[in-house]
């Protein structure tokens, strides 16, 4: 907690990464910056005694990075073991390696739970992630009969709405992996009057310039400049969120920032990978790690790996890090894999980075001011003119 002027404005730690873990628990966020993916491999290494212990590494190209070389031999080994027993190409075109990178949505947000407001790092699997931009995306509903009105949004950009997000069990399952679904709903009774007014052209990047303009005139707002158009008075936010906002001092860009090769290679002669691991349920982690071996063989330099019942080697000074206790399901959930591979590999869309619904940028200091004192002015004859 710290104080701006009079006020007690909480702050959050930038490593401290919200993620949607418990069952049937609402989770009320506001997202005001991103979503941008993040590609993360999990592999098993040893850490402490000798315990299996699982490592992130954070690459920026899913396809092409440090760890391409055994993903693509582990995959097509496993796609010539599906196709020789399902005869379905499109089947083996879908597995994937347990070292394959694991993609997920940050952002920046504010959480409805806390009494003071503060921005959180938070993290979101694909499919929660569709869902906020579907809901986004709704056309606005002009009567009872539920017509709909496709050039107007029938929420609001992203940065305006309230989220509930819950994690579910969908009880078809007893593997957590393939029984986890996610539900994503706007909190309506939250809404303002921008309720289906907002231009649905707002959300097309090739009007990117427009839409900034119009958001720095919706959002922009400080105590020490006068603009025509005040957030806190039109509910987007408390002025208490608000002050959480321009006084968070980070960017999101620059909490997810992949690691370079070099960085990733350094991680890997610190920690190799432990090739014969076991997972939770007892099975190899990578159920071909003979075969992999043998390609590895004199490639330690490239990639480095180890076997079980060797001791991993410290190099001089370094000292041992503190890792997860238990590796993470062998693969993402099912409803994120076959998704998330064709999200990666077929979409056209802008990256998510510049598609980012970037309300904490939009209140920087350096806009332009009006240079005129601003009326009091109802709400709605505030929206008219927006709209």
């Avoid at 491999?41 to 490592?55: A, H, L």
């Avoid at 017509?147 to 957590?176: A, N, P, Q, V």
Wanted: proline share 6%; charged share 30%.
């Amino acid at each position: 907690m710290k104080t701006i002027g009079n006020r007690d404005v909480a702050t959050s730690s930038a490593m401290e990464v919200v993620r949607i873990k418990e069952y049937g628990k609402p989770y009320r966020h506001k997202i005001i910056d991103g979503p941008v993916k993040v590609h993360t491999v999990f592999y098993p290494t040893q850490g402490d005694e000798g315990k299996i212990r699982t490592m992130a590494v954070t690459v920026s190209d899913p396809f092409k990075n440090l760890f391409s070389p055994i993903i693509d031999m582990d995959r097509a080994i496993k796609k010539k073991e599906v196709l020789a027993r399902t005869g379905d190409k499109d089947q083996a075109n879908k597995v994937r390696s347990s070292l394959s990178p694991n993609t997920t949505y940050h952002c920046l947000v504010l959480d409805k739970a806390d009494e003071v407001p503060v921005v959180k790092h938070a993290e979101y699997p694909f499919s929660a992630y569709k869902q906020f931009t579907d809901l986004e995306n709704s056309p606005a509903i002009i009567n009872d009969r539920g017509d709909k009105d496709e050039s107007k949004l029938r929420y609001g950009l992203m940065f305006m709405l309230w989220f509930e997000i819950m994690r579910l069990e969908k009880g078809t399952s007893k593997d957590i992996r393939f029984n986890t679904e996610y539900k994503v709903n706007v909190m309506e009774r939250l809404l303002g009057e921008w309720e289906n007014q907002v231009p649905s052209h707002w959300l097309n990047p090739q009007n990117w310039q427009e839409i900034d303009e119009a958001k720095k005139q919706i959002v922009i707002h400080t105590p020490t400049k006068v603009y025509p158009i005040n957030v806190v008075e039109l509910e987007m936010f408390t002025e208490e969120e608000f002050q959480a906002i321009v006084n968070y001092p980070h960017s999101l860009a620059e909490l997810v920032v992949p690691m370079t090769d070099d960085e990733a290679l350094e991680k890997l002669q610190s920690y190799p990978i432990m090739l014969d691991a076991r997972d939770q349920s007892g099975n190899f982690y990578l159920p071909h790690w003979e075969t992999l071996r043998e390609a590895l063989e004199g490639h330690h330099d490239d990639l480095p790996f180890m076997l079980s019942g060797t001791q991993r080697k410290l190099a001089p000074h370094e000292e041992e890090e503190e890792l997860p206790d238990e590796l993470p399901e062998s693969l993402p959930e099912k409803s994120e894999v076959v998704e998330a591979e064709v999200v990666e590999e077929e979409s056209k869309e802008e990256p998510a980075k510049k598609r980012g619904r970037l309300a904490k940028a939009l209140f920087a200091d350096d806009a332009k001011d009006s240079g005129e004192e601003s009326k009091a002015t109802k709400k709605k004859d505030v929206f008219a003119s927006l709209f």
